[in-house]
């Protein structure tokens, strides 16, 4: 059973800190890793996804991918309280499926 | 705007009643999905489709029915013959099941059986 595995929190980070969220996965095989911002009661929307070992950053947000280790993370900078939401983590297996983590309660403190 | 349009966003049954939830998206998109999520719970896949006229079951297929006839549309039925019915459901697309696509979501349908 492929798995992606996420603290489900909440954390709780005080506004202008960086907040960072984690996420591992099972499949070795795997290949793309995404991330997606989901308010309450709302649909996912995707902030950004990675391929390659290293660093991918876009405004205030940084993903961070360690194929070896077999985990991928997301850094917000400067956190404001509205990124507080929930921070699903995907991964696309070697089978192309999308493996889906249960996501990630962020609470920015103003 | 390209986008997904779920409707309707809020949906009551009575417990026995198939009920059907549209989804369509003009985003030319070949892949469609979809998904249920219940409160506090990560996305499950209930089923999929790459390509008009043809699709596959996700992890939790029971109880639930898809069509494609067209690109841009993937209505989902619930059956009842599905035990747990009451949930959040979300249609996404992508433009193919490569590696590189990710998923764009419509707004949900939330849908209460009792």
Known sequence: QKEVEQNSGPLSVPEGAIASLNCTYSDRGSQSFFWYRQYSGKSPELIMFIYSNGDKEDGRFTAQLNKASQYVSLLIRDSQPSDSATYLCAVRDSNYQLIWGAGTKLIIKP | ?114
């Open chain 2, 1 to 114: 705007d390209g986008g997904i349009t779920q409707s309707p966003k809020y949906l009551f049954r009575k417990e026995g009643q198939n009920v059907t939830l549209s989804c369509e998206q003009n985003l030319n998109h070949d892949a469609m999905y979809w998904y249920r999520q219940d409160p506090g719970q990560g996305l499950r896949l209930i089923y999929y489709s790459q390509i008009v006229n043809d699709f596959q079951k996700g992890d939790i297929a029971e109880g639930y029915s898809v069509s494609r006839e067209k690109k841009e549309s993937f209505p989902l039925t619930v059956t009842s013959a599905q035990k747990n019915p009451t949930a959040f459901y979300l249609c996404a697309s992508s433009a193919a099941l490569t590696l590189g696509s990710p998923l764009h979501f419509g707004n949900g349908t939330r849908l209460t059986v009792t």
